[in-house]
C-alpha cells in the first residue's frame, strides 16, 4: 500500500517538465491562454503567467496604436522589440526556474489578481 499511497501523491504535484512547458508558454502571445486554463493554481506558473499577461496587454496595445496612428510606426516597433526581448528573459527564467521579476513589467505584474 506504501507505494500505491506515493504514486497517488505524486499524481497530484505538477511535474516539473509541465511546470515549465507552462511558463514558457506564458511568453508566447496568445498561447497564454493554455497555461491560464491548465496551470494557474501553481504559483510557479502563475508568476509567469501574470507577466506573459501584461506583455500580451502591451502587444495588443500596439497594435491598435499602430492600427489608428501609423506615424508612429518606429516607437512602436521599439515597443514591439522591447516585449520580444521580455519574453525571451522570461522564458529564459522559466527554463533556469527561476521566479526573477521582468524589468518595467514585473512591478506592474504582481497587481493581477487571479
Known amino acids: 500500500m506504501d507505494e500505491q499511497t506515493q504514486g497517488e501523491g505524486q499524481m497530484h504535484q505538477p511535474k ?4 515549465t512547458l507552462m511558463g514558457v508558454l506564458s511568453y508566447i502571445g496568445i498561447l ?3 497555461p491560464f486554463l491548465m496551470a494557474k493554481d501553481d504559483p510557479f506558473v502563475k508568476f509567469h503567467i501574470k507577466q506573459g499577461l501584461l506583455l500580451v496587454i502591451v ?14 510606426w518606429m516607437i512602436l516597433n521599439l515597443v514591439n522589440l522591447a516585449t520580444l ?3 525571451i528573459i522570461g522564458i529564459v527564467n522559466v527554463v533556469q526556474g ?3 521579476e521582468l524589468p518595467f513589467i514585473g512591478s506592474l505584474a504582481k497587481n493581477f489578481t487571479f
Do not use: C, D, R, T
Not at 516539473?16 to 511546470?19: G, Q, R
Open 16 to 19: 516539473p517538465e509541465h511546470k
Open 85 to 87: 526581448v521580455f519574453s
Open 32 to 34: 497564454i491562454i493554455i
Open 59 to 72: 502587444e495588443i496595445a500596439v497594435w491598435v496604436l499602430g492600427s489608428a496612428m501609423w506615424q508612429l
Open 98 to 100: 527561476n521566479q526573477k
